[in-house]
């Protein structure tokens, strides 16, 4: 008696889906057990790692730990490099090399390259592929290929609560002030001012804030109003309906009788 194809297929069909589950849950389990906390710091010696504070794995390049200061609650997401020092295995003397402060949040892919002191502040969140470092090389000597000349550094420091978008890149020097804004891909060198939006290739001030007058030039949608404390999704979702029933019969209105 011949067996039904479809018997073959249905078979076949489990396997995938039974396969495919097991492999997921495993690399579940492989990205819990290899993120990095202070409870389960991996191979890695920071000089600190705060409570709450997580390195997703795969980690990016890491070096120089035990001159690296991770504050409490940080998000370090995937593929994040994070360096002190031009190479591995230097004695960086006493102090830390790289700060971050409490709650940072750095989008995946980023690089934070400290050869000299690097800080950034509470509160600062990156967007992914965010590019900031102390040094680069120079180009002083014409018959030299760049890449063998010897660097420049200079200290960088981003402020507490900035915002650094995608793709942007922070140069050697750089002095960003409290609540910085940075557009995506911008290049930012030099000091930047509190409360300042900067955009650009090599990024200027865009918008700022004056105590008086507000933001200058003034910013073109209404401030979105918070979520007030309390409010369960319940809550929010019977705010839809009856927002969504009002707008209804408002249409309904509108529309002339026939």
Request: hydrophobic share 40%.
């Amino acid at each position: 008696m011949p067996i039904d194809q479809n018997v073959f297929s249905s078979l076949a069909a489990w396997r995938r889906r039974a396969v495919s589950r097991a492999v997921h849950r495993g690399a579940r389990w492989v990205r819990e057990a290899a993120a990095v906390t202070a409870e389960r710091p991996g191979p890695y010696r920071f000089r600190r790692i705060g409570t709450g504070t997580r390195l997703a794995y795969p980690q990016g390049t890491v070096f120089g730990d035990p001159w690296i200061e991770i504050g409490d609650h940080c998000i370090i997401a995937q593929d994040v490099t994070l360096t002190a020092g031009m190479m591995p295995d230097l004695d960086l003397g006493p102090e830390p090399i790289l700060t971050l402060g409490n709650g940072v949040v750095l989008g995946r892919g980023s690089h934070v390259i400290a050869d000299v002191r690097l800080t950034i502040g509470d509160d600062c969140f990156f967007g992914p592929g965010v590019y900031v470092t102390t040094t680069n090389h120079s180009y002083d000597d014409p018959e030299v290929p760049v890449g063998k000349q010897w660097p420049r550094t200079d200290p960088v420091a981003i402020g507490p609560g900035s915002w650094i978008g995608t793709g942007a890149v922070i140069l050697p020097g750089a002095q960003l002030g409290r609540n910085v804004v940075v557009a995506a891909g911008s290049v930012v060198r030099g000091e930047v001012p509190d409360h300042a939006v900067v955009a650009g290739a090599p990024a200027k001030v865009v918008r700022s804030w004056d105590p008086r007058e507000g933001w200058q030039p003034p910013l073109r949608t209404p401030a979105p109003v918070p979520i007030p404390e309390g409010v369960t999704p319940e809550q929010l979702r019977a705010l839809g309906e009856l927002e969504q029933g009002e707008a209804a019969e408002e249409a309904g209105r509108r529309v002339p009788n026939r």
